[in-house]
């Protein structure tokens, strides 16, 4: 298939292109900037310039291409509903230029939270209400798609998808722990984190859009439940620090904005994922990662 494949040049994107060219596809990349587009091309990829707020060129990498991959997403936490507002219109779109086909179209979601709201590890079964989160609702309009014929799939990632290079959660814990002289965790430590490889993200999105069947929810998770705990251990661990606790009520003054994450309780399965797609990560663990010196160079 020839993949249109949005946020080539990101974190996860770049390595969802060469797993796609790998499989025998060719792959449309989505970047914003010539400086971007080498990398992409230096992969095997062609170059389609271009922000999520260019819909006619989204309309365009979505119509001459066989799939879309849709990963790019605006992540500024100070305008979450105007992202939101944005990802919702480029999926729009590509419901528009995908009518009467059975191309497949895949999207970036994410699992956290999802957990503190059902009071149990969250499953691919599950469907909260669009007024959860605004990147949940765009979620919920893909799958509506399905509805209509198309074969639209939404992938759930884990909030750490590691691996070198990573500038995500985990480095902003890292220097969080590195400012305050101390590797907390919140509370008692037992909220529970989920973590998944970026080849075995990569990988799984590959799958998705030669496989999975219209409307379905897949969830990138590897790890299921690391404790904050654990996480905030191997870091005092790689930092030579002490590991304290903090007052739940207190996280977000200590960790900064990432410690309303942090506090969540975000334990997510994967059962499903797996045996619907034969899925199965083989990639490091988060602490494998740790160990292996990629997060306290």
Do not use: C
């Not at 819909?55 to 119509?63: I, K, N, P, S, V």
């Not at 944005?86 to 059975?102: M, N, Q, S, Y």
């Amino acid at each position: 298939m020839r993949v249109f494949v949005t946020g080539a040049s990101g974190w996860i994107g770049s390595a969802v292109v060469p797993e796609l060219i790998g499989a025998g596809h060719q792959v449309l990349g989505l970047v914003r900037s010539p400086e971007k587009a080498a990398a992409v091309e230096d992969a095997g990829a062609e170059v389609l310039l271009g922000s999520l707020e260019d819909l006619d060129t989204l309309r365009q990498g979505a119509e001459s291409s066989d799939a879309v991959i849709h990963l790019a997403y605006i992540h500024d936490f100070s305008q979450i509903d105007a992202a939101a507002t944005v990802d919702r219109a480029a999926i729009t779109v590509f419901g528009d230029a995908l009518a009467g086909t059975d191309k497949p179209l895949s999207i970036a979601s994410g699992t956290l939270g999802l957990a503190a709201v059902l009071g149990r590890p969250a499953t691919e079964d599950d469907r909260p209400d669009a007024s959860f989160h605004p990147r949940t609702a765009t979620a919920a309009a893909a799958l509506e798609l399905a509805s209509r014929g198309f074969r639209t799939s939404v992938v759930r990632l884990s909030p750490t998808v590691h691996g070198d290079g990573d500038k995500g959660f985990t480095p902003t814990l890292i220097a969080v722990a590195r400012e305050q002289g101390v590797s907390a965790y919140p509370g008692d430590g037992s909220n529970r984190w989920t973590a998944v490889h970026r080849a075995d993200a990569a990988s799984l999105f590959r799958l998705a859009i030669e496989r999975a069947p219209a409307g379905s929810v897949l969830h990138g998770v590897a790890e299921q439940a690391i404790t904050s705990r654990d996480v905030a251990t191997q870091i005092g661990q790689g930092l030579g620090l002490p590991v304290e606790s903090v007052p739940i009520e207190q996280a977000t003054e200590h960790f900064g904005w990432i410690g309303r994450f942090f506090a969540v309780d975000g334990a997510a399965a994967n059962e499903i994922t797996r045996r619907s797609l034969g899925w199965e990560p083989t990639g490091p663990t988060l602490f494998e990662d740790f160990a292996a010196g990629h997060y306290f160079a």
